[in-house]
């Protein structure tokens, strides 16, 4: 796993208020819920916005940026979604003081042809995930909250910050609104 892609995801949570621990190669993200504040549906792909009405997560991060998510790697390297079986998901529920939480998988991409992407998304819910993000959705959401003129102690959110003030880097809303790859 690319420890350049977990520190990323995690800073992405950390730009929303959550609190974060990683635990082996997952990261574990939690928020306090404000008065009044519940769940809603979010749907099974999440965005920047919608991730907001998570209020805690498992979250696993597939950094192979060369591959896109397809039933047969699924099936090839079951490791991806290990995570969400009943026995793992029980060793962390002390962390979450027993409150529900949700299993979020990210991954590179889906597969563009559409017949090949609904069989991701049903292995993927029949497994027991209950939410997607993709990388790129990650990496333009820390990029957006990220301030030219603002000094940050994470390397990597130095080194976006840099980019992004020689304008190197600028997530437009119409890259943010790509359909998910």
């Known amino acids: 796993m690319s420890e350049v892609i977990l520190e990323i995801v ?8 959550y609190f974060t621990a990683r635990h082996g190669n997952l990261i574990l993200v939690k928020r306090n819920k404000k008065a009044g504040e519940s769940s809603l549906d979010t749907g099974f792909i999440l965005d920047e916005t919608t991730i907001e009405n998570i209020p805690a997560a498992v ?7 060369t591959c896109k998510i ?6 090839t390297f079951p490791e991806i979604i290990e995570f969400a ?12 003081n027993k409150e ?10 889906l597969p563009a042809h559409i017949e090949l992407k609904e ?14 993000m993709t990388i790129p959705t990650i990496i333009y959401g820390v990029i957006d909250k990220i301030e030219p003129r603002k000094v940050y102690s994470s390397p990597i959110c130095d080194l976006l910050r840099i980019l992004k003030f ?12 790509l359909p998910l790859r």
């Open 59 to 65: 979250v696993k991060a597939v950094g192979w940026h």
């Open 166 to 177: 020689y304008n190197i880097i600028s997530p437009t809303k119409q890259q943010m609104e």
């Open 70 to 75: 397809t039933a047969r790697i699924l099936e």
């Open 119 to 132: 069989k991701v998304l049903t292995k993927l819910q029949d497994t027991g995930i209950d939410h997607l």
């Open 85 to 96: 079986r009943d026995d793992e998901i029980k060793k962390l529920t002390d962390w979450f």
């Open 10 to 17: 995690e800073e992405f949570f950390q730009q929303r208020r």
């Open 100 to 109: 529900t939480f949700k299993k979020l998988l990210v991954i590179p991409q």
